[in-house]
């Protein structure tokens, strides 16, 4: 009802802060599925067989590796990370790995040879190239023209597989138990006769893991600098967790506390207040109480924030997949909707991070906004490539933009004149300030105008479009700054249209300043004291 009274009324009747959760219960779920919102989060054991390409802080070499032993390749297989002397593969039909290709970005067009000379009479058909990078998004100058460092037609031809971090605790969770080496009946069941205070600390690890992996969607409220923590992290916290138990008639909670917080996610940290952070919080999940005590709890928001009374395997899954079970029945029963998600919401509140509830109304609003700002981009028209005769409604749009605010562009400041009539003086220092601030907007209006020219005659066919003409168009159509204005620009978070009326404000004011000395109704001229000039301004709301 709320979306629909602001599609009549045109109204803003939404609050932005909790546009992202609402769209997924009341859009997403309710049209496509609960299947939509949640992913796998499962490792996939079946590859395409072919190229790949593999995320950040993800190392696939582990699963590529097993799934090359499945399918009878593990002899056959040779991984190497910038290395040579691969050719041999492609003719005997082994498997090769090129690893950290993101490192070698120079040599990828060498590689985009090799792969457009193979065919079926030098290649054999078991032969199969996999290639692992970073993302590199970046762009290169060779001469004059600009090429992105990962050649398209690789990308274009090969099979993408990405196995990206689960997001939510729930599924961060299930992500932890359900893969390696937790999900190993012989790891699970390591810790003989001392069952019960493995399966409670390795839980409350799982916990501790999720908990600063989400802290990151917090931004700097969450951690001081993001870091980039990852499952090398959890897999050897866990595996020295087993090992310290097995060894040692009483639990070493110092040990396992100094290790796991200070060596191995610690040893990412390089602020001294995160470290504090990490390992307060890890205490809350390491310590003799989440043993000892049945009621214990990582959070006091609600109960299932505790622990599962039995040590049994899937009890423990089941106890993680208790918030989504409870929003599946939610959408079958509107009242039991309302009564079930205030005790188990399936978007956990700030304190189960350690956090207050006003770090959840920055995180919102942050995920509001890039919600908001995708939807701009998918509405967002095409632009054609500078073919003559193929403007479509986004060239015929951009073109209207850009005449627009060419339009209302004035000339630049004549800098010679200005110094003229206000020269360096000692003892008018506003006459320094407006002098450089003058030549400062002279070099954003210069860097404005000639890239709304050049992009208008790229429209027209006149020239090619380039990558950073494409980006400027992009922004454009969507209402936001370009990059290339912002890098020359004073800080402003406003949208494209607020921004070009701020910035004419301000080329007025300053021009006003020049012809007349100060504001209208202002007969002297520049005062020596910045603070009286600048109220001046401001009262008469110049600056905004």
Known sequence: ??????????????????????????????????????????????????????????????????????????????????????????????????????????????????????????????????????????????????QAQFPVSLLQNGVKMTNEPPTGLQQNLLRSYQSDPVKDPAFYEGCPRKDRVFTKLLYGICFFHAVVQERKKFGSIGWNIPYGF???????????????????????????????????????????????????????FVNEQVVTSPSYLFCHVAEVYGLPRKTEYQVYIQHIEVLMHSL?????????????????????????????????????????????????????????????????????????????????????????????????SYSESMNTVLVQEMDRFNRLLSVIRSTLETLRRAVDGLVVMSPELEALAGSLLVNKVPTMWVARSYPSLKTLASYVVDFLDRLRALQVTLLYGGPPGQAEGPSGNIAIWWTSWTGRGLFR
């Not at 309710?30 to 499962?42: F, N, Y």
């Not at 297989?77 to 002397?85: A, H, K, M, R």
């Not at 029963?333 to 109304?361: Q, S, Y």
């Open 1 to 146: 009802m709320e979306v629909n009274a602001v599609v009549h009324t045109g109204k803003r009747a939404v609050r932005v802060g909790k546009m992202g959760l609402r769209g997924q219960k009341h859009g997403l779920i309710a049209h496509v599925g609960l299947s939509a919102q949640t992913a796998p989060t499962r490792t996939p054991t079946v590859s395409p067989p072919s190229s790949s390409s593999c995320p950040p802080d993800a190392d696939p070499m582990a699963a590529l590796s097993r799934f090359a032993d499945k399918m009878g390749y593990g002899g056959k297989f040779e991984s190497i990370s910038l290395g040579q002397g691969q050719r041999s593969a492609q003719q005997d039909g082994l498997w090769v790995c090129l690893q950290n290709c993101h490192l070698a970005v120079s040599w990828m067009p060498e590689l985009e040879r090799i792969w457009e000379s193979w065919d079926t009479r030098n290649t054999n058909l078991h032969f199969r190239l996999w290639l692992t990078s970073y993302p590199s998004d970046k762009l290169q100058k060779e001469g004059e023209a600009i």
């Open 328 to 424: 599946t029945r939610c959408l079958n029963n509107t009242t039991t909707m309302r009564i079930e998600c205030v005790t188990l919401p399936p978007d956990p509140p700030p304190e189960v991070f350690g956090l207050n509830m006003n770090a959840g109304i920055t995180r919102d609003l942050f995920n509001s906004r890039v919600l908001i700002d995708t939807m701009l981009l998918v509405q967002g028209g095409t632009v054609s490539t500078g073919g003559a005769g193929e403007k479509g409604a986004g060239d015929t749009l951009l073109s209207d933009i850009t005449d627009d605010i060419l339009g209302k562009l004035p000339v630049n400041y004549d800098l010679e004149e200005a110094m003229c009539s206000y020269p360096t």
């Open 230 to 284: 990852n499952e090398s992290d959890f897999h050897i916290s866990i595996k020295q967790l087993q090992m310290f138990i097995n060894e040692s008639a009483d639990v070493p909670y110092e040990a396992i506390l100094y290790l796991t917080g200070e060596c191995n996610y610690g040893g990412r940290v390089t602020d001294d207040w995160d470290r504090r952070t990490l390992t307060t919080i890890l205490e809350d």
